[in-house]
């Protein structure tokens, strides 16, 4: 089992930074591929970014490609999404994801475990 925790969330201005952060507990994140989802109200969950275990693949959604960076520290068993220029319609709780295997995915079914979610609203 794995545990997930999300942190960094908040209120921030159009144009702002804000720095997710996603601690593991319960077993090493060597070997499983991590993702940060996102859901705003009535929406759907969707796809942000996904991080291979190696850290040497990273996939993007199209809407945050260039402004979102995701990474990861393995050996503190942390995964990071550095959110620049937000703007009101990045505005959802995030959500943290880990499968287990090489390979990002960018589909939320591939993902087993879940952290709990932190919110971020971004003001226009």
């Known amino acids: 089992q794995v545990q997930l925790v999300e942190s960094g969330g908040g209120l921030v201005q159009a144009g702002g930074s804000l720095r997710l952060s996603c601690a593991a507990s319960g077993r090493t994140l060597n070997n499983y591929a991590m993702g940060w989802f996102r859901q705003a109200p009535g929406n759907e969950r969707e796809f942000v970014a996904a991080i291979s275990w190696t850290g040497d693949r990273l996939y993007y959604a199209d809407s945050v490609k260039g402004r979102f960076t995701i990474s990861r520290d393995n050996a503190k068993n942390m995964v990071y999404l550095q959110m620049n220029s937000l703007k009101p319609e990045d505005t959802a709780v995030y959500y943290c994801?880990?499968?287990?295997?090489?390979?990002?995915?960018?589909?939320?079914?591939?993902?087993?475990?879940w952290g709990q979610g932190t919110q971020v609203t971004v003001s226009s």
């Open positions: 994801a880990a499968r287990g295997g090489m390979t990002p995915q960018v589909e939320a079914w591939n993902y087993a475990y």
